[in-house]
């Protein structure tokens, strides 16, 4: 089964790009700090949020390197595909 998309589905994320950037235009010519001290904001602020992905990319590394440790505890006398029997 296939979903029909309609015109509005299939042609309204232009839209949505072009309305996202007029509305960060507008944003910026009535913000009330200069230019510089909103440009330093969203530096300090992208920075941050790549800190974060880092810190999460980190923690979500190690669970992983932690649940294959108990996989191949479990498992590691097994053979785990032909490959590794035709490779012997």
């Known amino acids: 089964m296939t979903a029909k998309l309609t015109k509005t589905q299939t ?6 790009v072009i309305g996202i950037g ?9 913000a009330p700090r200069p230019g510089k001290e909103i440009r330093e904001e969203l530096r300090r602020g992208a920075d941050d949020g790549l800190d974060y992905l880092n810190k999460e990319t980190e923690n979500i590394r190690a669970g992983a390197e ?23």
């Open 66 to 88: 932690h649940w294959f440790a108990k996989i191949r505890e479990r498992f590691g006398g097994r053979k785990t595909s032909d490959r590794e029997d035709a490779a012997t």
């Open 11 to 16: 042609h309204g994320l232009p839209y949505l």
């Open 22 to 30: 007029l509305g960060l235009l507008a944003g910026f010519l009535w």
